[in-house]
């Protein structure tokens, strides 16, 4: 059974770093692209990151770039995305999901929640 | 960036309706669209890619349709368990973008 299971999410005020860990199982891990996907309270969902199987490429969205980075250990199965000059706006429940052939995401997990205030 | 638009955004249903949701891109992304249910709460659930394939698991009575610009998620009998919001994704280009969501809800 595919499990995604995110971990790192609290409370930061305005301008900190925190890191975020997805512990991968089920799959052959280093065989996919992984991604981090967001959603504010009560909105949409935003993708943030993707990244290649060999961690080779990497992709953001706008708004974090320069800011977050998206990283993967193949070993120890898990992905992260370290997050530095958080904003008020970054508060969102933090997904990581597996994507299929760099698409669509199949597998997600259960989602960790990033608050950003002082 | 392709930005993703969806109507309507919210909209009441009974069970057994048959309900059709649009998503329209700004620019032509051939097939590549999925769609994904999403549950107060929950993560969001892969139910259509490449605009009309069934993801494994999935119940026949969803389906889609459509290619370029132009798209639609159709769940021919509703059911209770399909209360929820639907958001489309495109993943022609970076950054992948989501639609706004449409929420179904109960008559």
């Known amino acids: 059974e595919v499990q995604l299971v995110e971990s790192g999410g609290g409370l930061v005020q305005p301008g900190g770093s925190l890191r975020l860990s997805c512990a991968a199982s089920?799959?052959?891990?280093?065989?996919?692209?992984m991604s981090w996907v967001r959603q504010a309270p009560g909105k949409g969902l935003e993708w943030v990151a993707n990244?290649?199987?060999?961690?080779?490429?990497?992709y953001y969205v706008d708004s974090v770039k320069g800011r977050f980075t998206i990283s993967r250990d193949n070993a120890k199965n898990s992905l992260y995305l370290q997050m530095n000059s958080l904003r008020a706006e970054d508060t969102a429940v933090y997904y990581c999901?597996?994507?299929?052939?760099?698409?669509?995401?199949?597998?997600w997990g259960q989602g960790t929640l990033v608050t950003v205030s002082s | 960036a392709i930005r993703m638009t969806q109507s309507p955004s919210s909209f009441s249903a009974s069970t057994g309706d048959r309900v059709t949701i649009t998503c329209r891109a700004s620019?032509?992304?051939?097939?590549?669209l999925a769609w994904y249910q999403q549950k107060p709460g929950k993560a969001p659930k892969l139910l259509i890619y490449?605009?009309?394939t069934l993801q494994s698991g999935v119940p026949s009575r969803f389906s889609g349709s459509g290619s370029g610009t132009d798209f639609t998620l159709t769940i021919s009998c509703l059911q209770s368990e399909d209360f929820a919001t639907y958001y489309c994704?495109?993943?022609?280009?970076?950054?992948?973008?989501f639609g706004p969501g449409t929420k179904v809800d109960i008559k």
């Open positions: 999901a597996r994507a299929r052939n760099n698409w669509n995401y199949d597998y």
């Open positions: 089920g799959f052959t891990f280093s065989s996919y692209w």
């Open positions: 990244i290649k199987q060999d961690g080779s490429e990497k």
């Open positions: 620019q032509g992304i051939s097939s590549y």
């Open positions: 490449a605009a009309s």
């Open positions: 994704q495109q993943y022609y280009s970076y950054p992948r973008t």
